[in-house]
T-cell receptor
Framework: SQQGEEDPQALSIQEGENATMNCSYKTSINNLQWYRQNSGRGLVHLILIRSNEREKHSGRLRVTLDTSKKSSSLLITASRAADTASYFCATDSGGYNKLIFGAGTRLAVHP | GAVVSQHPSWVICKSGTSVKIECRSLDFQATTMFWYRQFPKQSLMLMATSNEGSKATYEQGVEKDKFLINHASLTLSTLTVTSAHPEDSSFYIC??????????????FGPGTRLTVL
């Protein structure tokens, strides 16, 4: 079963703008991860944030985690057309190390 | 980096036939492999967890007799869709967890297999 929801479901922005995607989940977690998927392709791991961390950066990516609200956000700064993809959060709640994916956000960055 | 391959990348078959999809970890040994299914414009749904040398653990609602999983070695897992029907058409993705890096469930994903059942 899916762990949670992501919003927005779709996001359309211009190059150079920032893109923010949110993810909510239902149960306690060990960590939360963000993945990117280009259309019809496999997943690329972007960043992992542990349950005891509140914020993490990687290049143009910034991830926050609020365990009290069971939510996370992914911010992509200075977006590029090449950032066009679907972005998924996935939670690891322990127990066989399964990842449960959110519904995803389809991001379109227009030149 | 860790690479996971899938074969075939796409397959078209007739209804009622069986299709086997392979998932290989190319440069590492995988303690665990996972199989996901993804319908168009939807998220990945975990189907089963496969551990080398033991029976797969299926998620609720996934028919184990229809989706046969074999994890015969630390680098290979196979998913066989038996008696495939059009509703089984989907994008199947596998992932693998390296044996040596266990603590944070680092999974590496294959490129996926597009199955179309006519």
């Amino acid at each position: 079963s899916q762990q949670g929801e992501e919003d927005p479901q779709a996001l359309s922005i211009q190059e150079g703008e920032n893109a923010t995607m949110n993810c909510s989940y239902k149960t306690s977690i060990n960590n939360l991860q963000w993945y990117r998927q280009n259309s019809g392709r496999g997943l690329v791991h972007l960043i992992l944030i542990r349950s005891n961390e509140r914020e993490k950066h990687s290049g143009r990516l910034r991830v926050t985690l609020d365990t009290s609200k069971k939510s996370s956000s992914l911010l992509i700064t200075a977006s590029r057309a090449a950032d066009t993809a679907s972005y998924f959060c996935a939670t690891d709640s322990g127990g066989y190390n399964k990842l449960i994916f959110g519904a995803g956000t389809r991001l379109a960055v227009h030149p | 980096g860790a690479v996971v391959s899938q074969h075939p990348s796409w397959v078209i078959c007739k209804s009622g036939t069986s299709v086997k999809i392979e998932c290989r970890s190319l440069d590492f040994q995988a303690t665990t492999m996972f199989w996901y299914r993804q319908f168009p414009k939807q998220s990945l749904m975990l189907m089963a967890t496969s551990n080398e040398g033991s029976k797969a653990t299926y998620e609720q609602g996934v028919e184990k007799d229809k989706f046969l999983i074999n994890h015969a070695s630390l680098t290979l897992s196979t998913l066989t869709v038996t008696s495939a029907h059009p509703e089984d058409s989907s994008f199947y993705i596998c992932s693998a967890t390296p044996k040596t890096r266990f603590s944070y469930n680092e999974q590496f994903f294959g490129p996926g297999t597009r199955l179309t059942v006519l």
